[in-house]
């Protein structure tokens, strides 16, 4: 299939042959990704096209990348808007770093069932590396797969084919190379009516435009000028609404550019000037600044995760990884970057490819792509290259200056373009640097990043790092879940200029007030110090008494049990006073693989967990992913409303054999002091039904002693239904995170809604009023799971409705602990009321402030 320096590539499926122009989708259409062939299939085996390496397959399992011999990189894209699916009707039959040869199986697809869910099956077959590739024959009619040849692709020749030639320091920030000038022309002065200026994306239709001619090109305002193909240039130009501009270019085609990019100005750039907001209008803000602080040292967010820490800002950033300053020789140094911008480019276009509906997301890799590609960036770095900076370095450089002349800017819009530039070239650089993402950071440093993964939290804890704050993140989202588990101070919804700190500065996070101190004076600190010293000899005190029971001074026991993932957690949680566990979250087993785990790596998994617990209970939720916690190897349906669709006890349903293999892994492990299996998101009796017949058949199957069986309350239909459900189950868990998130219809995850997604909230209360009394009635166990059970400040109110015990997480046990220990569950029972008669959770949480608590 390869001659010479020609690639055949065969058809990866049987159809039509259709032009890409004519796919309704701008992007392939537009040739955005790259130029190329499409298929209307009539098979549903996609077959290799040549021999190659498979560099990607995406989640989804619609879109895979080859790369192929002289550098030709192709993606197929299996039909239109079908990322959306999540895989679901398709099988892969090779996985990343797979070498195949031509005609060999890919994936397969379900024709009949992607029909139903997308809008077309149209295959495209794209040549990503078109900076070096080109198509240069293409098939007609009709294609038969792994027989039919689908196109030829060729390499590009270059415009001019003289040796390569190192830029020179003078032409940092003039596109690259350019022409020589013939006839210059300037424009009359054209008028900007973008009522935000010449922000990115405008600025990126105007430097793709320009790109498209072979002229010099510069845009003049107010006596300074700009590369009109670098929209970095053109953004720094800082050009806002009614700016009076000329555009002035040389060289061929020089008055054709003008009169078209002139054209292109006035007609705003691809912007709806009649939909574009006013002049006065917000800039659209990244995240949540929940309150804002008169003090401009003092960042405000929403306490995910209590603590103080103190300790020197260090941001999460890809820009920050280490790097050699000094480079190898130039020419090899200079190939490294284009390969490395090369391989940026082709993950970004599938990004942008693989984005279906997300059209907001599609537009930012766009216009990242365009800022991968600016001239005025390349230029710097191949400058700094030439004077002996390795590849990594001048990259990060030349990405620093551009990142600070945006920064500077006074229009809000441009100088928030600042941060996409560190994105991409961040991106780029772990292409340099060796693609490592996880990036170290030094013990004792408070942690600032636009959004932390729960993988992340785990391990900057480990790497001790003191507190975390991110832009983005929910107070119930699994990244604040662990924090608290792992007792690291975690600030969300903190605003995003926070990011603009400087590494090394000093700041203190006091989570429990949910702001954020940056540059604290002497005395400040001093203070501070004082609080750390007070909270840990408290803290001390209170683990030092935390296997003790919890019983309130009128002699109410309360239990008080860990929420755990893992083995570890479950013996820390013994350490630290647990009483047994409320709930296993199964599901973290399951994140962070290729494929599901096995029943006998679950059953191995729930024995650890039990063997560490000795003769404490033990319970075992079932899977609860879906929603906010996806799994890769999946597939789950496509949804409008993830939260309100397939998870929980429901992807039971779907995939049945995953739910039947755990009820087994579960009734074989071996617990002294037994285990119960706990459902979750179960909202109508049907479910809870059908999953007590499936424990039953198994159960026989495997010839099990009997287990109970209980549901989580997070859907308030369980809670209003109590009393039909307690005649049906063995206990209930009140999830007070979900049940929140279902009752005040709020997005837990939602950095807006963090501060306002209280399980005080009155109505939640009497959902969990109506549970207990409900259980009390059947006389049956009801503990409450949920984060605000690991909320010091809830307690009273909690036992106060009779509840008696909570699962927490596992680092609050002996805070808890103690506070139970404080009070007076009479006292509880009178706040309890007053809560239920309360307006807000804002009137709960005053009820419940110091002073007002009952002692
Ligand atoms: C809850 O929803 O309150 C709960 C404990 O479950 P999770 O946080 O795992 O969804
Ligand atoms: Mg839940």
């Not at 039909?79 to 039959?93: N, P, Q, S």
């Not at 949680?573 to 693989?593: I, K, P, Q, S, Y």
């Amino acid at each position: 299939m390869h001659s010479s320096d020609t690639l055949t590539l065969l058809a990866p499926l049987s159809g039509p042959i259709v032009p890409i122009e004519s796919v309704p989708d701008a992007v392939f259409a537009d040739k955005v990704v790259g130029d190329g062939i499409s298929i209307d299939p009539t098979t549903q085996t996609l077959l290799a096209p040549c021999d190659a390496t498979v560099t990607q397959l995406h989640a989804a399992r619609h879109a895979i990348t080859l790369s192929a011999a002289g550098g030709v990189e192709i993606m197929i894209h299996v039909g239109i808007d079908t990322v959306g699916l999540k895989g679901e009707g398709f099988t892969a039959r090779v996985k990343q770093g797979d070498k195949v040869s031509a005609g060999q199986a890919l994936l397969e697809f379900d024709a009949d069932h992607l029909l139903h869910k997308a809008p077309s099956l149209l295959t495209q077959v794209i040549v990503l590396s078109g900076e070096t590739s080109v198509i240069v024959e293409r098939a007609r009619g009709t294609a038969r797969a792994g027989v039919s040849h689908l196109m030829t692709v060729g390499p590009r020749r270059k415009a001019r084919e003289d040796a390569p030639r190192a830029p020179s320091a003078s032409e940092a920030g003039a596109s690259r190379p350019p022409p020589r000038a013939t006839v210059g022309v300037t424009s009359a002065v054209v008028v900007v009516p973008n009522p935000h200026g010449l922000h990115a994306r405008p600025a990126a239709v105007l430097a793709n435009e320009a790109k498209s001619f072979a002229a010099d090109i510069s845009v003049e305002l107010a006596g300074r000028n700009a590369n009109a193909k670098s929209v970095v240039a053109l953004m720094n130009l800082g050009a806002g609404p009614g700016a009076e501009l000329r555009i002035v270019a040389s060289g061929s085609e020089a008055a054709r550019a003008v009169g078209r990019l002139v054209e292109l100005v006035r007609s705003g750039l691809g912007e709806d000037l009649s939909a574009a907001p006013g002049p006065d209008a917000p800039a659209p803000a990244k995240a949540a600044a929940p309150r804002a602080s008169d003090d401009p040292r003092r960042f405000l967010g929403v306490s995910a995760a209590p603590g103080l820490a103190i300790g020197p800002v260090c941001k999460i950033d890809p820009l920050a990884a280490a790097v050699e300053e000094h480079g190898d020789d130039t020419e090899v140094e200079l190939a490294r970057l284009q390969k490395a911008l090369m391989h940026t480019r082709i993950e970004l276009k599938q990004l942008v490819a693989t984005s279906g509906k997300r059209v907001e997301q599609a537009q930012i890799f766009s216009a990242h792509l365009t800022m991968l590609d600016d001239p005025e960036i390349i230029t710097r770095a191949e400058v700094a290259i030439v004077e002996g900076k390795s590849a990594a370095f001048a990259w990060r450089e030349a990405v620093m200056s551009s990142y600070r002349e945006l920064a500077r800017q006074s229009n809000p819009l441009l100088a928030a373009r600042a941060n996409d530039v560190r994105d991409v070239g961040g991106r780029a650089l772990r292409h340099l640097a060796g693609g490592d993402d996880a990036q170290a950071v030094p013990a004792g440093s408070l942690v600032v990043a636009e959004t932390l993964t729960p993988s992340e939290v785990v391990r900057l804890e480990g790497q001790g790092a003191a507190g975390l704050v991110s832009v983005l993140g929910g107070t119930t989202s699994h990244a604040a879940i662990l924090a608290r588990s792992l007792g690291v101070p975690y600030l969300v919804g903190a605003p995003a200029s926070l990011l603009a700190t400087p590494a090394g500065a000093t700041a203190v996070l006091d989570a429990d007030a949910a702001a954020l101190l940056l540059h604290p004076t002497e005395a400040e600190l001093d203070a501070y110090r004082g609080r750390l010293g007070a909270r840990q000899a408290l803290r001390a005190k209170q683990e030092a008494a935390a296997s003790e029971r919890a019983v309130t001074r009128d002699g109410v026991h309360v239990a008080v049990l860990a929420n755990i993932a893992s083995a570890a957690d479950a013996r820390k949680a013994v350490r630290l006073g647990a009483e047994g566990v409320g709930l296993l979250r199964t599901e973290l087993m399951f994140f962070d693989r290729e494929t599901a785990p096995t029943e006998a790596d679950q059953t191995a998994a729930y024995q650890e967990i039990a063997d560490a617990l000795g003769d404490r209970p033990l319970v075992i939720r079932t899977l609860d992913v879906g929603g906010d916690k996806p799994l890769s190897y999946m597939p789950l349906p496509a949804e409008d409303n993830p939260l309100l669709g397939i998870r929980g006890l429901r992807i039971g349903a779907l995939h049945p054999t995953i739910l039947r293999s755990q009820l087994r892994a579960i009734l074989k492990t071996r617990a002294p002091a037994g285990h119960r299996v706990l459902l979750p998101m179960v909202a109508s009796l049907e479910e809870l039904r059908e999953a007590r017949r499936v424990l039953e058949e198994e159960r026989q199957r495997a010839g099990s002693p009997k287990v109970e069986l209980g549901v989580m309350v997070e859907v308030p239909s369980v809670a209003i239904q109590a009393d039909q459900f307690a005649a049906e189950v063995d206990f209930f868990s009140i999830g007070t995170n979900d049940l929140t998130q279902y009752t005040l219809a709020m997005d837990r995850t939602h950095p807006r809604l963090a501060g306002r997604h209280d399980a005080l909230h009155p109505a939640v209360l009497r959902l969990i009023d109506a549970t207990v009394q409900a259980a009390r009635r059947r006389e049956r166990h009801v503990g409450i799971c949920g984060a605000v059970a690991s909320d010091p400040d809830a307690v009273a109110v909690l036992i106060g409705l009779g509840v008696t015990e909570l699962s927490v997480s596992v680092q609050a046990m002996p805070e808890v602990k103690s506070k139970i220990r404080e009070l007076d569950a009479g006292k509880c029972r009178e706040l309890a009321r007053a809560a239920l008669e309360m307006g807000t959770a804002g009137e709960v949480r005053a009820l419940l402030s110091p002073g007002a608590r009952p002692g």
